[in-house]
């Protein structure tokens, strides 16, 4: 329903103002900006979840930043199923599609790998490693199977989940690290963000289908495999850094403006 809002132009909305507002926990409705469910832990009036991963079973992952808590969430009846405090400060999370565990990559500058993480248990039960001065991004394919990962190397990953193994790097066509990573709907195609481009790549073959020129911080894909969101960079500080791709053409469909920086 946003994506369809954002078509109309309608830039200036609840909607795009959500990126920022879902650092409160709250989920926004697609249309009318109207507040679904807000999200209160143990610390009712903090606002710095600075970190959120939404699955498709209805559970919700978020990280706060001052006291490293993760905590999991039912987002039907909005109630906590689990917190903890993590060991280290997160760069960035992925949920799994089961809600159960979650890929977690810190921001040690000396540690170049990212890790399976229970989230019932509090513990690591696997660590991905392959990637050269730090991984900035992680994601889970859409059947839990997989993962892919973007580092400072400028290259992205596509990992097996049960074994720890790389399967393919996609290297040689980024410039800059790679911030953001996802996978399509359908788990076939994969793009990948940087502070200069972004690019949509064939998960079988491991090569490029088209390259956008987009700052990218974050990335997601929509339903239906179509179209793309790309959140620019939070250095760079463009205008309308929130833009719209159709992924199929190749074309910006839409900035979306509202965001300064």
Request: glycine share 8%; proline share 3%.
């Amino acid at each position: 329903e946003w994506l369809e809002e954002a078509k109309k132009g309608q830039g200036e909305t609840e909607e795009t103002k959500s990126l920022y507002n879902l650092a409160r926990k709250i989920i926004k409705e697609g249309r009318d900006g109207r507040c679904i469910r807000i999200f209160t832990g143990s610390d009712k009036d903090d606002p710095s979840s600075r970190l959120l991963s939404l699955n498709s079973e209805s559970k919700l992952v978020s990280f706060r930043g001052y006291d490293w808590k993760i905590e999991l969430w039912d987002v039907k009846t909005g109630k906590p199923i689990n917190s903890f405090k993590h060991k280290q400060q997160i760069k960035a999370i992925s949920l799994s599609p089961t809600g159960s565990d979650a890929l977690i990559t810190t921001i040690l500058s000396n540690d170049d790998s990212f890790k399976l993480w229970n989230l019932v248990t509090d513990e690591c039960i696997r660590t991905f490693a392959g990637h050269n001065k730090g991984t900035y991004s992680v994601c889970f394919s859409p059947d839990g199977s997989k993962a892919l990962s973007g580092g400072a190397d400028c290259t992205m990953k596509l990992w097996d989940i049960k074994t720890g193994s790389c399967i393919r790097t996609f290297n040689n066509e980024h410039t800059t690290s790679v911030s953001a990573v996802c996978f399509s709907p359908d788990g076939s195609k994969a793009l990948s963000g940087s502070m200069n481009e972004m690019i949509l790549w064939d998960i079988a073959t491991g090569l490029r289908v088209h390259t956008f020129k987009s700052k990218t911080d974050s990335l997601p894909c929509s339903p239906d495999g179509n179209k793309a969101l790309s959140v620019g960079s939070r250095i760079s500080m463009d205008e309308d850094s929130i833009k719209l791709w159709d992924i199929t053409g190749g074309n910006c469909s839409r900035p979306i403006p509202g965001h300064v920086n």
